[in-house]
């Protein structure tokens, strides 16, 4: 799931620079645009859920830290 979340974030910043770029071409791209924004709410509500299992107990703790939250805190565990 976070290889995914990465790999959507990319697409929408790419595209959403194409769409400042070449603004003529806007309105073609922000269906795309849309489309990216709400896989990454759903991909993200999916983290969430995966976060309250027990096994990712110290993800709820890292989240305690300011500017962590459960993207960058199951990111560091997923790698412990």
């Known amino acids: ?9 990319q697409s929408l910043c790419e ?3 194409r769409a400042r770029e070449l603004p003529f071409a806007a309105g073609a791209l922000s ?3 849309a489309a990216l924004q709400e896989q ?7 983290i969430a859920t995966l976060t309250k299992t027990p096994e990712m ?3 709820k703790e890292l989240q305690k830290v300011p500017g962590i939250g459960p ?3 199951t990111t560091l565990v997923s790698r412990l």
Do not use: Y
Request: charged residues 20%; aromatic residues 0%.
């Open 15 to 17: 595209l959403q620079a």
């Open 71 to 73: 993207v960058v805190a």
């Open 1 to 9: 799931l976070l290889l995914a979340r990465k790999g959507l974030s």
């Open 31 to 33: 269906p795309a645009v």
């Open 40 to 46: 990454l709410k759903v991909v993200d509500r999916h």
């Open 57 to 59: 107990q110290a993800v």
